[in-house]
């Protein structure tokens, strides 16, 4: 997911799809710790897209003060 297309959701969306990344990243360390992981870059991609979100809506709500 690129910055881009972060910066075009609303903040509702956004923080419905921040709840999925952070089952999804649960999901993939519990494959993980049991050696059932299949993609293991999908780790660092899961965690990167939960920092841009995270990001953005700081950002956003920085501007509202």
Same mark, same amino acid.
């Given at each position: 997911?690129?910055?881009?297309?972060?910066?075009?959701? =609303?903040? !509702?969306?956004?923080?419905? *799809?921040?709840?999925?990344?952070? /089952?999804?990243?649960?999901?993939? $360390?519990?494959?993980?710790?049991?050696?059932?992981?299949?993609?293991? =870059?999908? !780790?660092?991609?899961?965690? *990167?897209?939960?920092?841009?979100? /995270?990001?953005?809506?700081?950002? $956003?709500?920085?501007?509202?003060?």
């Amino acid at each position: 997911m690129k910055a881009a297309e972060v910066r075009d959701m =609303t903040t !509702l969306e956004l923080d419905n *799809k921040l709840a999925d990344l952070k /089952k999804e990243l649960f999901a993939l $360390r519990f494959q993980h710790a049991v050696n059932q992981l299949d993609n293991p =870059t999908r !780790l660092k991609a899961v965690k *990167k897209d939960i920092a841009r979100i /995270k990001t953005i809506l700081r950002e $956003r709500s920085g501007s509202e003060q």
